[in-house]
């Protein structure tokens, strides 16, 4: 019953013009009465959430499936790419996702963030990463989600896709050392300490105590946070 209601949700969500659906229309589409929808999902914003899961779930599984290349500056391209493509495909889901309010509770977009984050921890440990892999995880998400948002919003004013492409050839190479020149002279100083600081959470918790892995944290923090030169 509660996939057989996803799924109507999920083909009115993706003919909708206007990216809105009743409760109404989804129990005629899928059969049952409206005390069953707030039964399942508690109310409208539970059902849609539910649907964004299961739509994105299918996205999110190419990623978890895919086999990792050797270089992942080329899996943080790919994975950009990929984003952007599926957006273009169920604009009203994405649009629920990443433009609104509407599906707090929707659980896809936390775990896209943790698979964009193992590549950027991957990136780090090879010392390519300028910044935390954290703070770069929010960066690629939030550049990705606003240029896949201009191109399904704003059409007329966006219609070339090679934007996203151009969009994320800037923020790469604002990102990763390789992608683009260094911009000055403490830029390795930055890239070693977050290094090194992705580095230290696969280590023994026995190689430093608490007060040493602290301080020195502290120290690679400092390192990181050093504004570029002039």
């Known amino acids: 019953m509660r996939s057989t209601i996803i799924t109507a949700t999920a083909e009115l969500l993706a003919q909708s013009s206007s990216g ?3 409760t109404r229309a989804v129990c005629e589409a899928a ?11 508690g109310d409208k914003e539970g059902l849609l959430a539910a649907t964004v899961d299961h739509v994105w779930d299918e996205y999110l599984s190419m990623k978890r499936q895919a086999e990792q290349s050797d270089d992942p500056l080329k899996d943080l391209r790919s994975g950009w790419d990929s984003h952007t493509a599926f957006a273009i ?3 009203n889901a994405y649009r629920l996702l ?6 707090d ?7 896209a963030m943790r698979l964009l984050r193992a590549v950027l921890d991957r990136l780090a440990a090879q010392g390519r990463l300028r910044v935390d892999p954290e703070v770069g995880a929010r960066v690629v998400m939030a550049a ?3 240029v896949a948002l201009a191109l399904i919003l704003r059409p007329a004013l ?4 090679a934007l996203s492409t151009m969009m994320r050839d800037i923020v790469h190479g604002a990102l990763v050392s390789d992608a683009a020149p260094a911009s000055d002279a403490g830029e390795s100083s930055r890239i070693a300490a977050t290094t090194l600081r992705g580095a230290l959470i696969s280590m023994p918790d026995t190689l430093f105590t608490d007060r040493e892995a602290g301080l020195l ?3 690679l923090n400092r390192i990181q946070s050093q504004p570029p030169a002039g």
């Open 217 to 219: 944290d502290e120290w």
């Open 105 to 111: 509770r929707a659980e896809s977009a936390d775990e």
């Open 144 to 146: 990705n989600t606003g």
């Open 89 to 91: 495909a169920h604009p």
């Open 98 to 103: 990443f433009g609104s309010n509407a599906v």
């Open 20 to 22: 809105d659906i009743s």
């Open 158 to 161: 966006y219609p070339d896709l």
């Open 31 to 41: 059969g049952v009465q409206q005390p069953v929808i707030y039964r399942l999902f």
